[in-house]
């Protein structure tokens, strides 16, 4: 297995546009986890599923992010209108029944 | 609410020096806590968790109920063990999964 793959691994964009970052997780693995990290505040949980449904999305800064997993394979993270300070290091992670969290590579995000 | 906290944001010590990076956590139920490792520019990975009792690249933490603690030690560091280390915590049945702040270990030459 590839473990949890992200994509892009960089993205630029200009403040107002639209962001979408994708995650494929482990095949198997039944919870995907989306994370942001930035020096000032580390590691913030966004939001997790579990069998493709959204459980804790608490961690959701505001309206302009969402996440969608319409299937076991493939989640989304979408960031609209994009701003400054969402300019971070995005996690994906998926788990298997074990709790253990497979990390993804990243997206680092700048958005001027 | 279910908390992990790190008291030191960077640590620094010597190589060959004993190191030990704290966490402490706050839940009511039975949880799982892990420790993960980011090495610079790399992705998070498992380094280990209580339920296995293991050494991994020389480290152990051993979960203490009592002091709700669950810390890193290392006799001997070494220079490639600079990272960021972060404690985790799981919550019953997997839920309520939270990270500390992480502490940066930097080992000098």
């Known amino acids: 297995d590839a473990g949890v793959i992200q994509s892009p691994r960089h993205e630029v964009t200009e403040m107002g546009q639209e962001v979408t970052l994708r995650c494929k997780p482990i095949s198997g693995h039944n919870s995907l986890f989306w994370y942001r990290q930035t020096m000032m505040r580390g590691l913030e949980l966004l939001i997790y599923f579990n069998n493709n449904v959204p459980i804790d999305d608490s961690g959701m800064p505001e309206d302009r992010f969402s996440a969608k997993m319409p299937n076991a394979s493939f989640s989304t993270l979408k960031i609209q209108p994009s701003e400054p300070r969402d300019s971070a290091v995005y996690f994906c992670?998926?788990?298997?029944?074990?709790?253990?969290?497979?990390f993804g590579p990243g997206t680092r995000l700048t958005v001027t | 609410a279910q908390r992990v906290t790190q008291p030191e944001k960077l640590l620094s010590v010597f190589k060959g020096a004993p190191v030990e990076l704290k966490c402490n956590y706050s839940?009511?139920?039975?949880?799982?806590l892990f420790w993960y490792v980011q090495y610079s520019r790399q992705r998070l990975q498992l380094l280990l968790r209580h339920i296995s009792r293991e050494s991994i690249k020389g480290f152990t933490a051993d979960l203490n109920k009592g002091e709700t603690s669950f810390h890193l030690k290392k006799p001997f560091a070494q220079e490639e063990d600079s990272a960021m280390y972060y404690c985790?915590?799981?919550?019953?049945?997997?839920?309520?999964?939270?990270f500390g702040p992480g502490t940066r270990l930097s080992v000098l030459p």
């Open positions: 992670a998926s788990r298997d029944s074990s709790y253990e969290q497979y």
């Open positions: 985790a915590l799981s919550g019953d049945y997997g839920q309520n999964f939270v």
């Open positions: 839940y009511s139920g039975s949880p799982e």
